[in-house]
């Protein structure tokens, strides 16, 4: 499998719209729990193809959240067939607690890697003249 490899987004989109239904929960809090920003969501809507890397994130995640109540849709029993191991990893993998940080810089929220990250990737950007260690 090629690292370039990518899947189109709108078959991602489909299955995450029926967990959403399901689930009874919004786009922000799946979005949060999956440690993106609260319109990570519109910018998937925005693509056309996703990395196979992202698409496989994506649906471990659901297929590990899955309610019992409801039968799970053909995309989702095929990757939980094929892809066990990453299913029962998302499973065991706590919910990211919200990472959201307003930059210290200017008003942008932006998903924080750790303590170290203050400054959302345009102010770091703009920074780069700066020994690394200083801008995080
Ligand atoms: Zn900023």
Known sequence: MSRY??????AVLSVMN??????????KA????????????KSLEARGHITIEL?????????????KSHAMPS????????????????ARSKPRPAAERKCLCCPTRFVSEGPH??????????????PSQMVG
């Open 117 to 130: 990250n203050r400054m959302c990737p345009v102010c770091r950007q703009r920074f780069a003249g700066l």
């Open 18 to 27: 029926a967990y959403r239904r399901v689930s009874g929960r919004t786009r």
């Open 55 to 67: 698409h496989n994130e994506i649906m471990a995640f659901i297929t590990s959240r899955w309610p």
């Open 5 to 10: 490899e990518t899947r189109p987004v709108f």
């Open 75 to 90: 995309p989702v029993r095929m990757f939980l067939r094929d892809h066990p191991e990453k299913v029962a990893e998302a």
């Open 30 to 41: 799946i979005s949060i729990e999956m440690g993106r920003t609260t319109n990570w969501w």
